[in-house]
């Protein structure tokens, strides 16, 4: 009896606990520090609806950008992406086109542009950063060439009206958020495709001497990333209710940072989708928290890189106690 308490003693370490716990922790202390300064606004009832509708398009890049560093690479075009498709969108319901459709076409052209990413990593054989660092550049420019710099607006104001829905108080792009993270959740956990993606990220060469086709997983992880930017490229037009060149600026690295502040191992192989879900939720409650505090934008840069050195760093630092 002894001996097995003992053996529970020893199971509750930083690294255990961290791994489970460390997300939903560092939520907790955000809410109860928004709590104590602003009591006002945090119990107010629009607060909760506001930080998920906030939330939701970080969550959805968050989620492709999981599957890019699961396999021990990187997706910086994924703001660029959002700002592409939901400007190619926009300027097909302005041109007509039912909005169903713009969406659809909308999300197959996240989902190109994903594989565009993706063909280039295994035909160069470079590292994704290089690559989807000089397709962050490349997809920016073609947003702004097809819109003349110019933002775009006046398409059917029934598109806006149904992204803004609330469905029993919760904002639709929530519930939107939640379906893709159901979906990919299952993907990683219950297929032969998830299970492949992380062998693949623990170790390239073993996954390939295994069997596992590498550039083809490859493919279909920056598909994935893609279709998450085209979908959150869809929320993001719905709620700002216009399309413009420099939209998603920047939100590649609150992509990063919900990833790794959600528990992926920037060095490949670990990581939850839910995890990833509590990382963007933690980036919605900094941001809501610094405009309630009204703190500068600029500041806010300067968390979320801190956020993100500071996490991959906790992750070495847990990874070398292992």
Known sequence: ?????????????????????????ILIILLAVLAILKPTYFFSSSTAPQILAQSSVNILIAMGEFFAILIAGIDLSVGSVVALTGMCMAKLMVAGVNPVVAVLLGILLGAFLGFLNGLLVNVTGL????????????YRGVTLIISNSSAVYGFPASFTRVISKSVFGIPLVAIIAVIVALILAFLTKKTK????????????????????????????????????????????????????????????????????IGGTSFFGGKGKIFGVVMGGLIIGVINFGMNILSLSSTLQQVVMGALIIGSVALDRFVANKK
């Open 127 to 138: 590292h994704p950063f290089i690559i989807t660092l000089g397709t962050q550049a490349i």
């Open 193 to 260: 495709l998830g299970r492949n993606i992380y062998a693949l990220g623990g170790n390239k060469e073993s996954a390939w001497y295994s069997g596992i086709n590498v550039n083809l997983h490859t493919l279909i992880v920056f598909i994935i990333s893609g279709i998450c930017a085209g979908i959150a490229g869809v929320v993001l037009l719905g709620r700002v209710g216009s399309a413009e060149p420099a939209a998603a600026t920047g939100f590649e690295t609150y992509a990063i940072a919900a990833s790794i």
């Open 1 to 25: 009896m002894s001996q097995s308490k003992s053996l529970k003693k020893e199971k509750l370490t930083f690294n255990t606990i961290w791994q489970k716990y460390g997300t939903f922790g």
